[in-house]
């Protein structure tokens, strides 16, 4: 049980170490209410493809994000199944809400449309 114990606090320690990111838990934040394209972060952070392809990878890496393949995009969204949503779900519920960002976006013409 101890064991059990210790390597769950060391997988709950590597989720809260990854979302200590701004960046990563901006877009954990985003994609807990919105499924977004990596165009989109790319837009909204205003830093390059491959630093936002980083920081999708470390999340999804840890089951936090799965992607979804639409045509040319990939979407990404939050993966309610993970074993640590209930506690990252908990923390966005604290977090300022950061939908602005996706409307700014809209008025600038580059929400992205996969349908």
Request: charge should be negative; glycine fraction near 8%; avoid cysteine.
């Given at each position: 049980m101890l064991v059990?114990?210790?390597v769950?606090?060391?997988k709950a320690a590597n989720i809260l170490k990854l979302l200590g990111d701004k960046t990563r838990l901006t877009m954990i934040k985003l994609l807990f209410s919105h499924d977004c394209c990596v165009c989109e972060f790319?837009?909204?952070f205003n830093t390059s493809q491959p630093a936002i392809s980083q920081h999708?990878?470390?999340l999804k890496d840890?089951?936090?994000v799965n992607e979804t393949r639409r045509?040319?995009?990939i979407i990404y969204s939050l993966n309610?199944?993970?074993e640590f949503y209930p506690m990252v779900s908990e923390l966005l519920e604290h977090l300022p809400n950061q939908d602005f960002k996706l409307k700014e976006?809209?008025?600038k013409g580059l929400r992205i449309s996969c349908d």
């Open positions: 059990n114990a210790t769950e606090i060391e790319v837009a909204m999708l990878r470390k840890a089951g936090l045509g040319q995009w309610k199944e993970n976006l809209e008025e």
